[in-house]
């Protein structure tokens, strides 16, 4: 996520006793959050991670589900924890880690591989967690249903659908108000919330394959060079947000990956490109998908391609709008639980996600930054205009002591805003 920093460091985190974390409540969260780093796992594959995060929801309550989205490709969890009538708030986390080699130095760093909890999704779990124990164990102040979702397949735009596709509403009860948060790089022990209006973009996801015809590089001109037409059709593609959009308008086209050929003398037989596009409206992402769709095929003709292009669209994500008025309440309940100064505004963010999916029939979303940077490290930041590590860099690393029970702090407080609405708070 991007943010724009503050100038302050953060005083240290306090909270009013009613939201204190205890030492002996939130040890059993970090150690859990501890064991998800430590065994990150890629979308689509997180089996370990389900069946930890679906024996903690079992421990502390709840009916568990495993396999929502099954159907539809990926392996949610859902747990109820009902409290006789009321209303009914669902608590969102992630379970997917991203394909990033981890260079946190960390004692507790993954032992996986290539695959590292980049974005914050382990930190995620641990606070659905924690604020899942406090309310099982908080009972007689509120009554109602909590839902708490694991979704699957989040980094690659793909579980939330999924999940709700599978009958999620249908099967465990339509919420009154959906919660999230994400990590971000802000102060540690601080939350931030949308302004009005959309907070991120909708985005599309395309995989192209440019057909050539291979042969050696030592006559190139017997060939079709599909690497030559890959490469115009990259620079071609800036043009798209210099040249075709308003100035004013917030669209963001990037070309992930360039894949052609493995030998300097072979011209290989095609190139494959992974694009990702973003805008804050649907027309105007439409507009720019067309405009990828049209200079690809372009410069394929242009080269003399023997086949047309192969243009898959391989995810799609909606624009991600918080509900307005929850948003506003929920600003209130936070500056309360964490004080007023840790609780600030964040301009829109052209990171993109899947939570959007869950606004499915108009039920509402709240969503907030929550911050993950400690007071040395922002302070350093500050004074010497380091670059704070983003989300999706190997060097995220949360400062996790702070983070996680703020984390916990503003999501049971958000979960009994919810919860306690009939009761006059």
């Given amino acids: 996520m991007d943010t724009t920093p503050a100038t302050e460091v953060p005083e240290v985190f306090e909270v009013p006793k009613v939201f204190e974390v205890p030492e002996e409540e939130l040890r059993p969260a970090l150690e859990l959050y501890l064991d998800l780093h430590t065994h990150p796992e890629l979308s689509g594959h997180e089996a370990r991670t389900a069946d930890r995060f679906a024996a903690w929801l079992e421990l502390h309550g709840c009916t568990v589900a495993r396999g929502v989205g099954k159907g539809h490709g990926v392996d949610g969890v859902v ?3 009902r409290n006789g009538p009321g209303p009914t708030v669902l608590l969102r986390a992630e379970l997917d880690a991203l394909p990033v080699t981890e260079r946190t130095g960390l004692r507790y760093a993954s032992s996986v591989p290539g695959v590292m909890h980049a974005c914050g999704h382990d930190l995620h779990l641990a606070a659905a967690a924690g604020a899942l124990a406090r309310l099982a164990r908080s009972r007689s102040a509120w009554r109602g249903t909590v839902l708490v979702v694991g979704q699957a397949a989040e980094e690659t735009l793909q579980g ?4 709700v596709d599978d009958g999620l509403y249908e099967r465990f009860g ?3 108000l959906v919660l999230a948060q994400h990590a971000a790089p802000l102060p540690a022990g601080t939350v931030a919330h949308a302004g009005p209006g959309p907070l991120m973009p909708a985005s599309t996801a395309l995989e192209v394959v440019i057909h050539g015809r291979g042969g050696h590089g030592g006559t190139p001109h017997l060939s079709v060079d599909p690497v030559l037409t890959a490469a115009a059709t990259v620079v071609r593609l800036q043009s798209v947000v210099a040249r075709e959009t308003a100035p004013a308008e917030p669209v963001v086209l990037t070309v992930g990956s360039l894949r052609a050929g493995d030998r300097a003398n072979v011209i290989p037989d095609r190139a494959e490109l992974s694009i990702s596009t973003r805008a ?4 105007a992402l439409a507009r720019v998908d067309a405009a990828v769709e049209r200079i690809v095929r372009a410069e394929c003709a242009a080269s003399g391609c023997p086949r047309e292009p192969e ?3 391989t995810a ?3 624009v991600l709008v918080p509900d307005p008025a929850a948003t506003a309440a929920l600003r209130r309940v936070h500056a309360a639980a964490l004080g007023a100064r840790r609780v600030t505004l964040t301009p829109p963010l052209t990171a993109t996600e899947d939570y959007a999916a869950f606004g499915a029939d108009g039920v509402p979303l709240a969503y907030w930054l929550l911050g993950t940077v400690g007071a040395a490290r922002w302070r350093r930041a500050v004074e010497s205009g380091e670059p704070l590590p983003p989300n999706h860099a190997p ?3 949360p400062d996790v002591r702070t983070a996680l029970p703020t984390g916990i702090t503003a999501l049971t407080a958000a979960a ?5 609405a009939g009761e006059g708070t």
Avoid: K
Avoid at 160 to 163: I, L, T, Y
Avoid at 280 to 283: C, D, R, S, T, Y
Avoid at 416 to 420: A, D, G, I
């Fill in 79 to 81: 747990g109820v924890l």
């Fill in 160 to 163: 939330a659908r999924a999940m």
């Fill in 174 to 176: 339509t919420p009154d």
């Fill in 280 to 283: 804050f409206g649907e027309a």
């Fill in 311 to 313: 243009l898959t669209v």
């Fill in 316 to 318: 799609r994500s909606p």
């Fill in 395 to 397: 060097e995220f690393a």
């Fill in 416 to 420: 009994l805003h919810v919860l306690t």
